[in-house]
């Protein structure tokens, strides 16, 4: 079965301290891994995908097979990147649907 | 603006009372989809549409309906069948072009409180 965990409901950091925001999943095959989020009083909206190995609003996040997880992680958390994250999977049929995970909270306290 | 366009943005409903919410999208993207988005439980699949006059059920499909008789519309209805209606709905869209990034486009949402 597909499945995306993310563990933690919140996160809470100060201003300029590391974050990971942890996600994992489960699936058998090749999958693609999505990162979304949803800042206050706005639409839902792609922040990045393990395809393009970039990084955005400093952000990154590796694709590990092994332990089957792609953990989001900023060396140094601003106040806004409070928001809700949504790490997603899209397994390898041609649908396009995506398997949500849970949804972290990111608070960033100054 | 914005390219995908759902309404009501809020909507009260009493028990036992169908409700129709709509996605328009003018973003000529071919796949649409609708989410249902609870605290703590993430987004979770209702129904998805490829193409025009074809839908498939999601993991959570019991209690809606939907139809796809226009590229540009997914209306979404929630029958009185839905044990727990209460929720935030996203309707989102794809495009199978060449060069897609596989993302989806997210409207705003609709929140559903049945009274």
């Known amino acids: 079965a597909q499945r995306v965990t993310q563990p933690e409901k919140l996160l809470s950091v100060f201003k300029g301290a590391p974050v990971e925001l942890k996600c994992n999943y489960s699936?058998?095959?090749?999958?693609?891994l999505f990162w979304y989020v949803q800042y206050s009083r706005q639409r839902l909206q792609l922040l990045l995908r393990?395809?393009s190995r970039e990084s955005i609003k400093g952000f990154t996040a590796d694709l590990n097979k092994g332990e089957t997880s792609f953990h989001l992680k900023k060396p140094f958390a601003q106040e806004e990147d409070s928001a809700m994250y949504y790490c997603?999977?899209?397994?390898?049929?041609?649908?396009?649907?995506?398997?949500f995970g849970q949804g972290t909270t990111l608070q960033v306290k100054p | 603006d914005g390219g995908i366009t759902q309404s009501p943005k809020y909507l009260f409903r009493k028990e036992g009372q169908n409700v129709t919410l709509s996605c328009e999208q003018n973003?000529?993207?071919?796949?649409m989809y609708w989410y249902r988005q609870d605290p703590g439980q993430g987004l979770r699949l209702i129904y998805y549409?490829?193409?025009?006059?074809?839908?498939q059920k999601g993991d959570i499909a019991e209690g809606y309906s939907v139809s796809r008789e226009k590229k540009e519309s997914f209306p979404l209805t929630v029958t009185s069948a839905q044990k727990n209606p209460t929720a935030f709905y996203l309707c989102?869209?794809?495009?199978?072009?060449?060069?897609?990034?596989?993302?989806?486009?997210f409207g705003e949402g609709s929140r559903l409180t049945v009274l």
């Open positions: 989102a869209t794809r495009s199978w072009t060449s060069g897609n990034t596989g993302e989806l486009f």
């Open positions: 997603a999977l899209r397994g390898s049929s041609n649908t396009g649907k995506l398997i």
């Open positions: 393990h395809i």
């Open positions: 549409s490829q193409i025009v006059n074809d839908f």
């Open positions: 699936y058998s095959g090749s999958p693609e």
């Open positions: 973003l000529n993207h071919d796949a």
